[in-house]
């Protein structure tokens, strides 16, 4: 038995913690991590180097979060074609590692958001997979940049070399899951790619910084006709600060000496068009990353609950389907032999529970596939999550009853 209680010999034979401590060694941490305070371009530039969500942006946070928790929040499984049509293949040896526990630290739904947190802020991830002597996987490991690296053959069609912290490893034993590309080696660095778009976010957000923090805004100049000192200076602006500023003061009127003028000046946040520049970055943050702006809660007060829930299945189609679709094939070619997929094995993600309308919808669906005769009522049983029948009709279509009319009551006698 292992630290978590189980008996899986795949994780007591060749856990996590051995595999990290053989390729890294042992290495102490500290306990209290240091918070980094820099905001500087640098700093944003190492932020996107190292997959950190471009400095901490909200919006690329978001988006990341948005694409990674997407392709980890329906179920995956692996399914076999057999005579009777899609099947579930329950018996297969990496059902379990896709569908619950993919190694000895992580769920599969941490599996999923890790690499897909990579592949969307990258391009790029990549798993370790922990094999038997025969060739069965063991586990499937994530990799953190820098973990990993890969170099390409100069011929075309050639097979790529890795190693893994300085050592080598088999190709068949590492899986790399590409996100959007424009090349046949490696996926796009979209937060590299939109990084002027971010770094802009980013300055916008420190001029808010800056001008609510320390009320970096000049109101208004004092000046003086003639030569005066620094005595007749620091009387006028005392006795300013002391009649003008403080609670209850703000908005009087201020009277001056014939020989002091005062000029307002009414350059504000509004004047550097603070507002809409951060509001513009959100949504062209959000075109690099194909994710719909009311995903990040950008909606801007126009839109409608009707039209929010549209966006909601378009987002679905334009971005979640062409991720699920992606990691799905990458998981099929990565994780099945050549056999196994000529057979109909294949890794698909079922988004089916996250496209449901509401009840009355649903009911509808649900009768027009009795009453049509392609739908039993197990099946429906069995897709609202009620526990099927023991009636021998329930796993029986009906003839149409546009055609045959209810037969329902003669199928029962």
């Not at 507002?275 to 943050?285: D, G, K, P, S």
Request: net charge neutral; charged share 25%.
């Amino acid at each position: 038995m292992n630290a978590s209680g189980s008996t899986d010999t795949a994780f007591t034979k060749y856990p996590m913690g051995k595999f990290a401590d053989w390729f890294f060694g042992i290495e102490e941490k500290s306990a209290a991590p240091q918070l980094v305070q820099r905001r500087d371009e640098q700093f944003i530039d190492d932020r996107i180097a190292n997959n950190d969500a471009g400095g901490y942006i909200s919006v690329v946070y978001a988006c990341a979060q948005v694409i990674s928790q997407g392709l980890a929040l329906p179920p995956i499984y692996v399914q076999k074609i057999g005579s009777k049509g899609r099947e579930y293949a329950t018996t297969h040896s990496i059902y379990p590692l896709l569908t619950t526990k993919p190694n000895l630290l992580q769920t599969s739904y941490e599996l999923r958001e890790v690499m897909g947190w990579q592949a969307a802020l990258d391009g790029n991830a990549y798993a370790w997979l922990n094999r038997s002597k025969s060739g069965e996987i063991l586990e499937i490991i994530p990799l953190d940049k820098g973990e990993i690296s890969r170099v390409d053959p100069a011929t075309v069609g050639g097979v790529p070399s890795f190693t893994l912290a300085g050592r080598p490893v088999k190709t068949t034993d590492i899986w790399h899951f590409r996100g959007p590309s424009a090349h046949r080696k490696q996926g796009l660095h979209t937060s590299a790619e939109a990084q002027r778009a971010i770094a802009l976010a980013a300055a916008a957000e420190s001029f808010g910084t800056d001008l609510f923090k320390n009320r970096a805004a000049l109101e208004g100049i004092i000046s003086f006709d003639g030569v005066v000192d620094q005595a007749q200076i620091d009387r006028v602006r005392e006795s300013f600060k002391a009649r003008q500023t403080g609670e209850g003061k703000r908005g009087r009127t201020a009277f001056f000496p014939a020989s002091v003028k005062y000029q307002p000046v009414s350059s504000s946040a509004t004047d550097a068009q603070w507002v809409e520049t951060r509001q513009m970055q959100i949504t062209e943050i959000c075109r690099y990353f194909r994710v719909s702006p009311t995903k990040v809660f950008h909606t801007l007060g126009s839109q409608s609950y009707a039209s929010v829930e549209q966006a909601h299945i378009a987002h679905d189609q334009d971005t979640d389907a062409h991720w699920h679709a992606r990691y799905a094939q990458s998981a099929t070619n990565a994780l099945l032999t050549d056999a196994e997929r000529r057979a109909g094995y294949a890794v698909v993600i079922d988004n089916r529970d996250y496209l449901r309308g509401t009840a009355t919808e649903r009911a509808n669906y649900y009768n027009a596939g009795l009453t049509g005769g392609w739908l039993t009522q197990n099946e429906a049983r069995e897709a609202e999550g009620y526990p099927r029948s023991d009636d021998p009709l329930a796993d029986k279509l009906r003839p149409a009853a546009n055609l045959f009319g209810d037969q329902s009551q003669k199928t029962a006698e």
